[in-house]
């Protein structure tokens, strides 16, 4: 007999602005909206999930305008699940503090990356929150909402390219460094896989549409 399988797919919102020129430091910046390219990324990976004939038992979505207007624009091309979506401040992209908005250049002095690189994993920006942080309410999130709740199912999840590394992190149970360069482009999709006798397994990674 099968054990149940669950299905998560990560969708990283599609491009802002800040993502095509990367002078400022985003962080959750959560009122940034989408790029002209981006609302073209966002139609177009809605038109593959329409052809992939996927019905979603929940799509779960951060609270933040870019991901809310990915996920608006995919919906306008298809329907993907028949409940109700569900906004969770939980998926937030890590927060940058006092640091989002600013140049990056003059965050990023030598001095300061030399200190975020000597313990990257656990450093904080200054009211920020460090990838561990993230991590662990990534992973509590997938616990509570999906596989305490849940017996099995297709699942999405729009949200954020670093909170999605520090999820897969601790889903591979990769090294820091290694999980930090993960490519994970917008409107790229992760699909996970998890067999509650087998653990979890990733099925593709980084499956990107070129505008």
Same mark, same amino acid.
């Given at each position: 007999?099968?054990?149940?399988?669950?299905?998560? *797919?990560?969708? &990283?919102?599609?491009?802002?602005? *800040?993502?095509? +020129?990367?002078?400022?430091?985003?962080? %959750?910046?959560? +009122?940034?909206?989408?790029?002209?390219?981006? #609302?073209?990324?966002?139609?177009?990976?809605? #038109?593959?999930? #329409?052809?992939?004939?996927?019905?979603? $038992? @929940?799509?779960?979505?951060?609270?933040?305008? %870019?991901? &809310?207007? /990915?996920?608006?624009?995919?919906?306008?091309?298809?329907?993907? /699940?028949?409940?109700?979506?569900? *906004?969770?401040?939980?998926?937030? $992209?890590?927060?940058?503090?006092?640091?989002?908005?600013?140049? &990056?250049?003059?965050?990023?002095?030598? =001095?300061?990356?030399? $200190?975020?690189?000597?313990? @990257?994993?656990?450093?904080?920006?200054?009211?920020?929150?460090?990838?561990?942080?993230?991590?662990? &309410?990534?992973?509590?999130?997938?616990?509570?909402?999906?596989?305490? %709740?849940?017996? $099995?199912? !297709?699942?999405?999840?729009?949200? +954020?390219?670093?909170?999605? =590394?520090?999820?897969? %992190?601790?889903?591979?149970?990769?090294?820091? @460094?290694?999980? *930090?360069?993960?490519?994970? !482009?917008?409107?790229?999709?992760?699909?996970?896989?998890?067999? #509650?006798? =087998?653990?979890?397994?990733?099925?593709?990674?980084? @499956?990107?549409?070129?505008?």
């Amino acid at each position: 007999m099968n054990t149940p399988v669950f299905t998560i *797919y990560l969708l &990283r919102h599609a491009e802002t602005d *800040y993502n095509a +020129h990367a002078q400022l430091i985003g962080g %959750r910046s959560n +009122h940034i909206p989408l790029s002209t390219k981006g #609302k073209k990324q966002a139609l177009e990976i809605g #038109k593959v999930l #329409k052809d992939s004939n996927i019905q979603f $038992e @929940q799509v779960f979505c951060s609270i933040a305008n %870019r991901t &809310r207007q /990915t996920l608006d624009l995919i919906l306008s091309q298809a329907q993907i /699940t028949n409940n109700p979506i569900i *906004y969770f401040e939980e998926l937030q $992209e890590l927060s940058q503090g006092d640091w989002e908005g600013k140049l &990056r250049s003059e965050i990023y002095t030598p =001095k300061q990356l030399s $200190e975020i690189n000597s313990n @990257q994993w656990l450093f904080t920006p200054p009211n920020g929150e460090s990838q561990k942080e993230v991590e662990e &309410r990534m992973l509590a999130f997938i616990s509570s909402e999906i596989l305490d %709740r849940h017996i $099995e199912g !297709d699942f999405l999840i729009v949200g +954020h390219g670093i909170a999605f =590394k520090c999820l897969l %992190r601790g889903i591979l149970d990769i090294s820091s @460094q290694m999980a *930090y360069k993960l490519s994970i !482009d917008n409107t790229s999709l992760t699909k996970l896989s998890y067999d #509650k006798e =087998k653990g979890w397994f990733l099925n593709y990674l980084n @499956q990107t549409l070129t505008i």
